[in-house]
């Protein structure tokens, strides 16, 4: 094939066959795998989904900054919904200040 002889038009044209079918292999690629990699799971008694899902990645856990007055173990990091410990303790007269850690 010779590129040089080619208008702008056909290397555009070429260039757009060719990026689709290194789209087209990887695709193939990965659909390969993933099978091979679903056999293997199969084989050992678990499904893909069951090794994947255990390497799942979540939302960040803070560190705690109130703790429960009577029971250390009850913490609560100051985000999301207050626990109900922590509005008992507000309801009894203690403030956020003397629940912190």
């Known amino acids: 094939m010779d590129l040089s002889s080619m208008s702008l038009e056909e290397l555009m ?13 990887e695709k193939r690629r990965l659909a390969e795998a993933r099978r091979e990699l679903e056999e293997k799971a199969h084989e050992m008694g678990f499904s893909l989904a069951d090794i994947m899902g255990s390497q799942r990645k979540g939302a960040a856990k803070g560190l705690p900054v109130y703790r429960h007055p009577e029971n250390p173990a009850l913490t609560w990091t100051g985000r999301g919904r207050r626990p109900k410990w922590f509005e008992e303790a507000l309801d009894a ?9």
Do not use: W
């Open 13 to 25: 044209q070429l260039k757009k066959d060719v990026d689709n079918a290194i789209k087209s292999f």
């Open 93 to 101: 007269g203690k403030s956020k200040e003397d629940l912190k850690i």
